[in-house]
């Protein structure tokens, strides 16, 4: 069982480049979510997707899109990339909301220069 | 606001010396407190949900403990492979907390033979 897969594991943009982040579950699972990792500052979420067909923003949504393709795809899009936007990005996915046992992809290491 | 402040930020351990995580919180109603075990390049890996004050999860040498300010990771007689980082999260009871989990910076844990 591959679980939560994301690509690309690593990507360097120059500011102002637009690039998405692909990820995808096997587990039949309902709900997804992406979350973004700094150092000493906890995972935080960006957008998470109680259900296909919703999306809902989380604590730092500003400078990214999603769409939830369907109940396996869930992409994150970055516009207009900033060195803000520099971090390791996870993707996650549950059974539905509200049962956040979450399950992990491996991350995507994104710099933005 | 949700806040979960974990402690200490590393911990070096002899492998079968035992110690204790901290994980200390404020949240408007509790609903659920989760343990989470990141290896380096790794996404997170679930361990334990705590549900209520008095609630106590056992995993191998793992031991999750919760009263109604902070929960413990107890480690006891740690070995080499408990070398991790050691999230912790929290989800409040609001509906429209679903789906939104507030994560701590971690503690990490370097076991030595």
Redesign the interface.
């Known amino acids: 069982n591959a679980g939560?897969t994301q690509t690309p594991k690593f990507q360097v943009l120059k500011t102002g480049q637009s690039m998405t982040l692909q990820c995808a579950q096997d587990m039949n699972h309902n709900?997804m979510?992406w979350y973004r990792q700094d150092p000493?500052?906890?995972?935080?979420?960006i957008y998470?997707s109680?259900s296909e067909g919703t999306t809902?923003k989380?604590?730092v949504p500003n400078g990214y899109n999603v769409s939830r393709l369907n109940k396996r795809e869930f992409s994150l899009r970055l516009e207009s990339a900033a060195p803000s936007q520099t971090s390791v990005y996870?993707c996650?996915s549950s059974s539905r909301?509200?049962h956040?046992?979450?399950?992990?992809?491996?991350?995507t290491q994104l710099s933005v220069l | 606001e949700d806040q979960?402040t974990q402690s200490p930020e590393a911990l070096r351990l002899q492998e079968g010396e035992s110690s204790s995580l901290n994980c200390s919180y404020t949240v408007s109603g509790l609903?659920?407190l989760?343990w989470?075990r990141q290896d380096p390049?790794?996404?997170?890996?679930?361990l334990f949900?705590l549900y209520s004050a008095g609630e106590e999860k056992e995993k191998e040498r793992l031991k999750a403990t919760l009263t109604k300010k902070e929960s413990f990771l107890h480690i006891t007689a740690p070995k080499p492979e408990d070398s991790a980082t050691y999230?912790c999260?929290v989800?409040a009871g609001t509906t429209d907390s679903?789906?939104?989990?507030q994560?701590?910076?971690?503690t990490q844990v370097v076991v030595t033979p």
Not at chain 2, 98 to 101: A, D
Request: positive net charge; aromatic residues 20%.
């Open positions: 939560v709900s979510y000493g500052m906890g995972l935080r979420l998470y109680a809902d989380g604590e996870f996650a909301v509200g956040e046992k979450l399950f992990f992809g491996s991350g | 979960v609903r659920g989760f989470y390049g790794k996404g997170p890996e679930f949900t999230l999260a989800q679903w789906g939104k989990l994560f701590g910076a971690g």
